[in-house]
Nanobody
Framework: EVQLVESGGGLVQAGGSLRLSCAAS????????IGWYRQAPGKEREGISC????????YYADSVKGRFTISRDNAKNTVYLQMNSLKPEDTADYHC?????????????????????WGPGTQVTVSS
C-alpha cells in the first residue's frame, strides 16, 4: 500500500522557517518524482515544488522560488521542504504527492493529472 505522510507543520511568525518532511512507503521510492502542493481555505490548490528521482532536478512555483528548497534522501524514503522567510500568505495545508514519472517537468498541476497518490497533509500557519 502506497503511503505518504507529511510532518513538520506548525505555527510560525512571519520571517521564520519550517522544514516539512514527507515519509514514503509501499513503493520503490527512487522510481518516482515527489512533489508538494498546498491549499489554503477558499483558495485553489497550488503546486509549489517537485524533485525528480532520476537526476534530482528541482522545480518551484514563482510564489516560493528563492525561499523554499526541496530535497530528497532516497536512503530514508523521505523528501524535505525547507521553507524560509515565511509569509502569512504561505498559510495552508501542505501535501506531498507521488508523481506519475521519475522525471519531473514542473511543479504538480493543480488539477492533479500528473500525480496519483498524496498524503493527508500538514498545516502551516504563518502569523503576521
Amino acid at each position: 500500500e502506497v503511503q505518504l505522510v507529511e510532518s513538520g507543520g506548525g505555527l510560525v511568525q512571519a520571517g521564520g522557517s519550517l522544514r516539512l518532511s514527507c515519509a514514503a512507503s509501499g513503493f520503490t521510492f527512487d522510481d518516482y518524482a515527489i512533489g508538494w502542493y498546498r491549499q489554503a481555505p477558499g483558495k485553489e490548490r497550488e503546486g509549489i515544488s517537485c524533485i525528480s528521482s532520476s537526476d534530482g532536478s528541482t522545480y518551484y512555483a514563482d510564489s516560493v522560488k528563492g525561499r523554499f528548497t526541496i530535497s530528497r534522501d532516497n536512503a530514508k524514503n523521505t523528501v524535505y521542504l525547507q521553507m524560509n522567510s515565511l509569509k502569512p500568505e504561505d498559510t495552508a495545508d501542505y501535501h506531498c504527492v507521488r508523481m506519475t514519472t521519475a522525471q519531473a517537468t514542473g511543479v504538480p498541476e493543480a488539477e492533479g493529472h500528473d500525480y496519483e497518490y498524496w498524503g493527508p497533509g500538514t498545516q502551516v500557519t504563518v502569523s503576521s
